[in-house]
């Protein structure tokens, strides 16, 4: 199981990106896919979720109506994109999933808001 972050970066507050996971090694559309991030200090916060056959999301309350996740399974990736940003928004943003009773995720992409 593997998962590539891509997308992050430096840009300044009210600006958007995407974030991009690519994920292989297993059924990826089987399952959860989830957006989380990090900061030094703070636990790990779980930003976002889109389940596998509905494609139902889930966010967390910090994000919602600014950040969108969305699946593609046929190319087995995962979109995170992140408008009107925050300074507080500041993060390495991992995706994972639970893949058979075991967390997985990548190693991050850096996202830095300042202006």
């Known amino acids: 199981v593997q998962f590539v972050e891509s997308g992050g970066g430096l840009v300044q507050p009210g600006e958007s990106l995407r974030l991009s996971c690519a994920a292989s090694?297993?059924?990826?559309?089987?399952?959860?896919m989830n957006w989380y991030r990090q900061t030094p200090g703070k636990e790990r916060e779980l930003v976002a979720s889109?389940?596998?056959?509905?494609?139902?999301?889930n966010y967390a309350d910090s994000v919602k109506g600014r950040f969108t996740i969305s699946r593609d399974n046929a190319k087995k990736i995962v979109y995170l994109q992140m408008n009107n940003l925050k300074p507080e928004d500041t993060a390495v943003y991992y995706c994972?999933?639970?893949?058979?009773?075991?967390?997985?995720r990548g190693q991050g992409t850096q996202v830095t808001v300042s202006s």
């Open positions: 994972g999933a639970r893949v058979r009773s075991v967390d997985y």
């Open positions: 090694g297993f059924t990826f559309s089987s399952y959860t």
């Open positions: 889109v389940t596998a056959v509905t494609s139902r999301t």
